[in-house]
Every structure is written in structure tokens, then in C-alpha cells.
């Protein structure tokens, strides 16, 4: 079975210049997760989306980072314009969401980005 | 507010011991925990997880207590190898069945 699929692996910008991430989720799997991890610290949750809908977007800051999953499958984070606090391991998860039972996550190996 | 703690400092200690970890939260009543492994480079993988009405789950070298009444959850790796070595992070429940809070993880370093 193939895992949570990200890309760019690694990305250098420089500042107020856009970004954009991508996901592909385990097959099958509802619900998706975009995580923003900087060193030393645990992720921090941007986004969660069940199916093709934004159920917990809380902490994404929406005045420059926007996501979206089209057909409730692959998704798209975008940060537009990059500050240089945007530096940071960007991960993407996925878990099977079935309803009434506890999730575990299935994370993808991360975007590296890094803002000049 | 909500707070976990997990031990801030990297542990190290030899191949063959007992490498045990600490999660404490506070303000929190989480029905259940979650125990990740993460390699440099790489996202966190499950390993275990505990429910509130569970005191212990083992699965081969680890094992995982949860004692809701210290608010506090042990992660125990017996036999250590230097394959071990990685940083661990504890995850709480957030009250809905998807969401999970996350300590800032623990390194441990299994040394020959």
C-alpha cells in the first residue's frame, strides 16, 4: 500500500514571493491533515479536512495560507506571500475517518521550507 | 489552557536498557493517547495507542501506560537498540474523534 505522497520535498523562496505544497493521501483514507512542525517542536494542525470539506481550519492563517481538496482527494496548501516566519517542515496526514472510531495518522515525509 | 509536557531533554542511555519516556498534560481529560516515533527527515509514525480506561498496551519491546489520575502516560522501550534512537512525540484526543494535541516530542539516543 502506498503512503501519503508530498511534494516538493524541499523548497527555498524568498520572502512575499508564493509557495504552494501537495498531497496525496493513502488511498481511501477521508479525512486529510496539513501540519506545520518547526524544529524542536511537536505539529501543529493548519487544516483538516474530512472528505472535500474544511472542518477545522482554525489555526490556518488566512490572510497569506489557503488549501483546498478538490474531489476529496489530493490537496494543495499555498502561502502567498512567504514571510520568513513561514519556515518550517509542512506536513501532510491522512487517516481512514471512519465515524465513531479513533483515527490513527498516516503522515507523508514533509516539504522543507525555507524563506529567504 | 491545555498543556503537554513531554521530557525536554534528549535521553540517552545504552543498548540493552529500558529507555522510558514521560508525557504529562494538564487542564485535560483526553479519552485517549497516542505514541509517535519520528526520524529526522522523515513524518511521525504510529506506534501505540492507549485508551482512558486502559492501564497498559504492549506491542513487542514497548509498552504504554496511561494513569488518568497523575494526568500522566509512560512509554516504555525494553531490550534498546541503537535503531531506537529517534524522537518520540505523545498525542492527546482533542475531544473529537480526528484531532490530536501534540507535545513537543522527546529525543532518545540509544547508544552501542
Known amino acids: 500500500e502506498a503512503g501519503v505522497v508530498q511534494s516538493p520535498r524541499y523548497k527555498i523562496i524568498e520572502k512575499k514571493q508564493p509557495v504552494a505544497f501537495w498531497c496525496n493521501p493513502i488511498?481511501?483514507?477521508?479525512?486529510l491533515y496539513w501540519y506545520r512542525q518547526n524544529l524542536g517542536q511537536g505539529p501543529e494542525l493548519l487544516i483538516r479536512?474530512?472528505?472535500?470539506?474544511?472542518?477545522?481550519d482554525s489555526q490556518l492563517p488566512k490572510d497569506r495560507f489557503s488549501a483546498e481538496r478538490l474531489k476529496g482527494v489530493d490537496s494543495t496548501l499555498k502561502i502567498q506571500p512567504a514571510e520568513l516566519g513561514d519556515s518550517a517542515v509542512y506536513l501532510c496526514?491522512?487517516?481512514?475517518?471512519?465515524?465513531?472510531?479513533?483515527?490513527?495518522?498516516?503522515f507523508g515525509p514533509g516539504t522543507r521550507l525555507t524563506v529567504l | 489552557s491545555q498543556k503537554i509536557e513531554q521530557n525536554s531533554e534528549a535521553l540517552n542511555i545504552q543498548e540493552g536498557k529500558t529507555a522510558t519516556l514521560t508525557c504529562n498534560y494538564t487542564?485535560?481529560?483526553?479519552?485517549?493517547l497516542q505514541w509517535y516515533r519520528q526520524d529526522p527527515g522523515r513524518g511521525p509514525v504510529f506506534l501505540l495507542l492507549i485508551r482512558e480506561n486502559e492501564k497498559e498496551k504492549r506491542k513487542e519491546r514497548l509498552k504504554v501506560t496511561f494513569d488518568t489520575t497523575l494526568k500522566q502516560s509512560l512509554f516504555h522501550i525494553t531490550a534498546s537498540q541503537p535503531a531506537d534512537s529517534a524522537t518520540y512525540l505523545c498525542?492527546?484526543?482533542?475531544?473529537?474523534?480526528?484531532?490530536?494535541?501534540w507535545g513537543l516530542g522527546t529525543s532518545l539516543a540509544v547508544n552501542p
Open positions: 479536512y474530512e472528505n472535500e470539506e474544511a472542518v477545522d
Open positions: 487542564n485535560y481529560s483526553p479519552a485517549y
Open positions: 496526514a491522512s487517516s481512514p475517518g471512519t465515524s465513531g472510531t479513533v483515527d490513527t495518522q498516516y
Open positions: 488511498s481511501g483514507h477521508n479525512t
Open positions: 498525542a492527546l484526543d482533542a475531544g473529537n474523534n480526528r484531532k490530536l494535541i
